[in-house]
C-alpha cells in the first residue's frame, strides 16, 4: 500500500512538474515517504548542477538546525528537519541558510564548471591518454629559462 501511494505521489507530483518546471516543485515533508518522492521530482527536473546545489542546500540546513538545537540543549529530530523544509520551493531551499543567495550562487557556477571540465568533449579536456605529458610531469620542459620551442625573437627579448 505504500508503495503505491508513493508511486502515486511521485506520479502526480511529476504530472505536475512537467507543466509548471522546476521553479513549481515544492518539498513534501509531511512524512519521510513523500519528502522521498518530491526530492524524487527535483531529481527529475533540475539540471546536474542545480540538483548538488539543492543537496547541498539541504546538507547546511540539517546543520544549521542541529547546531541551533545543541546551543539550546535539545535534540534536532527528522521531524524538525521536515517541519522546517515542508512547502519549500528551490528557491527558498538554497536561501534559507544563507538569505542573499550569495553561497548557492557560488555553488551553482562551481558545479556548473565542474561538469563542463569533466565532459569529455569540454574544450582543454583532453583525457590522459591522449595528453603528450605524463599527469605527473609539470609544465613542458624548460631549457635556460625559456619553453623549448620558442622562436628566435623570443628568445632574444627574453634574454
Known amino acids: 500500500m505504500l508503495k503505491l501511494t508513493v508511486a502515486v ?28 518522492a518530491s526530492l524524487e521530482a527535483f531529481n527529475d527536473k533540475l539540471s546536474a548542477a542545480r540538483r548538488e546545489v539543492l543537496g ?11 547546531k541551533e538545537a545543541n546551543a539550546a540543549q535539545r535534540e534536532y529530530t527528522a521531524s524538525d528537519y521536515y517541519r522546517q523544509i515542508d512547502g519549500l ?17 557560488i555553488r551553482y557556477r562551481t558545479a556548473k564548471n565542474d561538469a563542463f571540465y569533466a565532459s569529455p568533449s569540454a574544450p582543454g579536456s583532453a583525457s590522459a591518454a ?17 619553453y623549448r620551442g620558442a622562436t628566435r625573437s623570443i628568445d632574444r627579448q627574453t634574454h
Open 56 to 66: 547541498l542546500a539541504l546538507q547546511d540546513i540539517w546543520a544549521a538546525g542541529t
Open 130 to 146: 591522449s595528453s603528450p605529458w605524463p599527469a605527473s610531469s609539470g609544465p613542458p620542459p624548460v631549457q635556460n629559462g625559456v
Open 89 to 105: 520551493g528551490y528557491e527558498q531551499i538554497v536561501t534559507l541558510t544563507d538569505p542573499t543567495g550569495e553561497l548557492a550562487k
Open 9 to 36: 505521489l511521485a506520479f502526480a507530483l511529476g504530472g505536475t512538474a512537467s507543466a509548471a518546471g522546476w521553479r513549481a516543485l515544492r518539498i513534501d515533508a509531511s512524512s519521510e515517504a513523500s519528502f522521498k
